[in-house]
């Protein structure tokens, strides 16, 4: 094969929940790894939200030094084998590596997969214990990794989880065929041998019964779904509901389930929650799935990969068409729209255009358009949490980071802000001491 041409993944054509992606064997990650030529400078690095040291793990993977790669990586990232496999390396690392400008860039994500799947039971040595609590509220990717730093820095953390599992968006959010469950597992497991406690079902809404605690973090995710805020919207499904039901309550097993059992589902929206909804909705059996989105193909946020995954899985795409009002339960009346300038975002202003409405029929409608956290009483909130330089709210002990202060994200990031805070929560209380 080409130095120029990157060494295929090994993927699973599947119609199931099982993982896709099989992951590349030590003789193609090698053989990866060897075409990075360790350019001067690196932009790999700079375009990696956690400035993972990418060549130097990458020369390691050549040296055979499998360990000493995951050490590497574990300098920035505590969720490696996640961020490998979900995040839009194409935007990031990979989308600035100097091997694409002639030929394909190097597989930064499947090489850092690679590395992290064979450390999965790394156990991290913790520094002595100095017997200061830190609350953790939520148990999403930022607040696994911040609790994760904090544990390794001696502090006896304890999550506040308000549902019945952990994990957050990454348990009930990402399906399990980009996400197999037992990756997730195996990060509570590591927290688990690190100390930390873990109180479920337990919903914090009031701050002050966290007083007994030196410092708070608030990771709490956006969970809570917009509205189109069109007429009849209650005949639909939220994105986030439907998830969840999948990946927690094993929806696609449910025989006797409406939804399981209808022909045909729309999904509004154009992120990767309304790609993820679509995807399982053609595994879970409906024969016809089909996105609506305002605008065109090139505009739609979610990720290219995802999207040709997309159609492979028979995901239909009905482009320029916006809801205008439900008429009844199986009916939704749509219009056609223009793309013209482009708006503050950068993306070309959707506008209707009269008198082209039409309907559309289906069985189920979900409702993909993007979340916003809950509000907690006495935190300074617009849209999403506010935080200062330090990822320090409005209250003086409170932190907060990952979604809810940067609104749905990447795991890479949410990851980067939860180490950063706990980093931050650890100098606050070395100035308090
Ligand atoms: Fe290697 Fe690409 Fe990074 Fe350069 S930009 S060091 S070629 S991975």
């Known amino acids: 094969m080409s130095v120029l041409n990157r060494v295929p993944m090994n993927l699973r054509k599947s119609k199931d929940f099982n993982e896709t992606t099989l992951g590349y064997t030590k003789e193609q990650a090698i053989s990866e790894a060897i075409r990075c030529i360790n350019c001067k400078t690196k932009p790999c690095v700079k375009h990696c939200p956690a400035s993972v040291p990418i060549p130097e793990f990458i020369e390691c993977i050549i040296a055979e030094d499998f360990l000493k790669a995951y050490e590497i990586i574990r300098r920035e990232s505590v969720?490696?084998?996640?961020?490998?496999?979900?995040?839009?390396?194409?935007?990031?690392?990979?989308?600035?590596c100097v091997r694409a400008i002639k030929?394909?860039?190097?597989?930064?994500?499947?090489?850092?997969?690679?590395?992290?799947?064979?450390?999965?039971?790394?156990?991290?040595?913790?520094?002595?214990k100095n017997n200061i609590d830190i609350a953790v509220v939520g148990s999403g990717p930022a607040s696994i990794s911040l609790s994760e730093t904090l544990a390794i820095l001696g502090y006896n953390v304890t999550i506040f989880e308000k549902k019945s599992y952990l994990g957050g968006v990454l348990s009930d959010g990402i399906p399990s065929f980009r996400l197999p469950n037992n990756i997730i597992a195996s990060h509570i497991k590591r927290l688990e041998k690190l100390g930390v406690k873990f109180k479920l079902n337990t919903?914090?809404?009031?701050?002050?019964?966290?007083?007994?605690?030196?410092?708070?973090?608030?990771?709490?995710?956006?969970?809570?779904s917009y509205s189109l805020g069109i007429e009849n919207e209650e005949f639909t499904i939220?994105?986030?509901?439907?998830?969840?039901?999948?990946?927690?309550?094993?929806?696609?097993l449910n025989e006797n389930s409406d939804i399981k059992n209808a022909k045909k589902a729309i999904i509004i929206?154009?992120?990767?929650?309304?790609?993820?909804?679509?995807?399982?909705?053609?595994?879970?059996g409906i024969e016809q799935v089909q996105i609506i989105y305002r605008r065109e193909k090139e505009q739609m946020p979610a990720r290219i990969v995802e999207i040709n995954h997309?159609?492979?899985?028979?995901?239909?795409?009905?482009?320029?068409?916006?809801?205008?009002?439900?008429?009844?339960?199986?009916?939704?009346?749509?219009s056609k729209m223009t793309l013209g300038e482009k708006d503050e975002s950068g993306r070309a202003m959707a506008t209707e255009i009269k008198g082209s409405d039409f309907e559309i029929n289906a069985d189920i409608f979900i409702i993909a358009i993007g979340s916003t956290p809950k509000i907690i009483p006495g935190i300074n909130f617009k849209k999403y949490i506010i935080v200062d330089e330090n990822f320090k709210t409005n209250i003086d002990n409170v932190f907060s980071g990952g979604d809810t202060v940067t609104g749905p994200e990447t795991v890479v990031l949410a990851m980067q802000t939860g180490i950063t805070c706990a980093y931050n929560i650890d100098k606050y209380i070395k100035k308090l001491n």
Request: aromatic fraction near 8%.
């Open 79 to 96: 969720l490696s084998d996640i961020c490998g496999r979900v995040c839009p390396q194409e935007k990031q690392c990979e989308g600035n």
């Open 238 to 252: 939220k994105a986030t509901d439907f998830l969840e039901q999948i990946n927690i309550n094993n929806l696609h």
């Open 310 to 334: 997309a159609i492979e899985d028979g995901v239909e795409f009905n482009f320029l068409t916006n809801p205008v009002k439900f008429k009844d339960e199986n009916t939704l009346i749509c």
């Open 269 to 284: 929206g154009g992120g990767n929650v309304a790609i993820d909804c679509a995807r399982c909705a053609r595994r879970m």
């Open 203 to 224: 919903e914090i809404t009031d701050i002050s019964t966290l007083k007994d605690f030196k410092a708070i973090f608030l990771g709490i995710g956006c969970a809570n």
């Open 103 to 128: 030929g394909d860039a190097i597989a930064i994500g499947h090489l850092e997969t690679f590395v992290a799947d064979m450390f999965r039971d790394y156990t991290p040595k913790i520094a002595t």
